[in-house]
């Protein structure tokens, strides 16, 4: 297969100076009638604000359109190809959420419109809320954590609140070291300490490793499932079953539900907390993209706790519910991620059940096509059957000076995004790849032959070469913040 028919040092790809040094004193990108009244200096409010003019550059319409568009091209996208980020659900996100979430009757609400004027909007809430109930078999929602992580935090606010509710401190959430990283740092941030569970040769947990640490100082146990290694905890009904024995709940973290639509329900095996990630598996845009949405699905025992307001419908009308003695009170600011809402309230009507169960399907079909494409090049550390994510690492190319940073460095100058690297912690190396539901097998193939050709022609220690902006020193940013534009003058 051939990838490049030229390399950027043929192709056209213009550098763009920061619009602050472009900036034309007088330029604008509009053009309003001549003033009529005598102008007026609003000097006496912002006199105090600030001392001298906002520096913010003069352009014109087209000069503007220019340099975003040209930075645009520096970039990859899902819409430019496959973008295989394990854990991350880079799917292409259908345009028609879009069109539908940016018309005018839905874009432009106000939280503060009387709630009967908001009945359209509301109902949009109420039925994603018991789409979601559907999805999870789990009987309470609320929609208003504002990413996977915020669910993950209210989520644990919960436990905290239904072991007080008990007269009790709990201080212990377990987690399976297949964990998503956000899991114990959000059993941190909500107060809690953090047992690790190692799971065993076969990548779960084991009921066996469960009881060695399983006491009443347990809150919960907090895990990923299907976990990060892209494998269904086999064991997940017994460990529950485990959990609360000792009234110790069970989060799971449902960022991957893209894996279980349709097929498996976290509410039958005895769930009792999962956020959602709408901006992966409910397909509104992530990523530098906009705003996420993390709502959380509770099981009974945690329906008195949950934040309000809550949705009620009450005939006809959906009203909102405030007075709730046991609820952690809110977590956001009005309602959540309307925007988010709305769009995933048409990938759900669009699809219907037989359509979310498709995407589940398709998205384990693609990453065993992935596995059984990949697996006599790149090292499977365990070898089990998995969901919809495939996990390698770099063992089979120690001897070509070959590792796993360089292999996605190179993929960057095939005009493909790298897999996920070096994640999950407890595979060495890890190559972590979730080709997701919507890549054809072409393109998927594209990706294979890539990979392939980079091992087999090793010796790039400096990709990416080919691309607008090469190698990067990735830390330096960090270390070295700088916010603010230095000013010439
Ligand atoms: C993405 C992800 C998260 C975090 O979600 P955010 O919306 O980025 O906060 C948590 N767990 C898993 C398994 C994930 O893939």
Known sequence: MEFLKKSTGHAIVLEEPPSFETSRPGAVGTDLPTLDVPRIEPKSVFKKVRNRKARLPELSEPEVMRHFTRM??????????IYPLGSCTMKYNPRFNEEIARSGELSEAHPYDPIEWSQGHLRVMWELTEDLKGVTGMPGISLQPAAGAHGELTGLM???AYHKAKGRHRKTILTADTAHGTNPASAALAGFQIVQI?????GVIHPDALAAVLNDDVAALMTTNPNTLGIFEKNIQT???????????????????????GLSRPGDFGADVIQFNLHKTFSTPHGGGGPGSGPIAVSERLLPFLPVPRLEKHGEKIVLVEDAPQSIGRVKAFFGNYGMFIRAWCYIRALGGEGLRA?????????????????DVLYMPINAPTLHEVVFNDRNQRDLNLDTTKMAKRLIDYGMHPMTVHFPLCVKNAIMIEPTETESRSEMDRFVSALKEIIETPGVEQAPT??????VDETKAARELRLTYKFKD
């Open 72 to 81: 645009s091209t520096w970039n990859y996208a899902i819409d430019l190809g």
């Open 158 to 160: 919960l436990v905290s």
């Open 198 to 202: 190692a799971t065993g040769e076969d």
């Open 239 to 261: 460990v529950a079953n485990m959990l609360h024995e000792k009234d110790a709940l069970l989060y799971i973290d449902g960022a991957n539900l893209n894996a279980v639509l």
């Open 359 to 375: 995407v589940s399907e398709n998205a384990i079909l693609n990453a065993n096509y992935m596995r059984s494409q990949l697996k």
């Open 466 to 471: 080919r691309v607008f902006r090469e190698r």
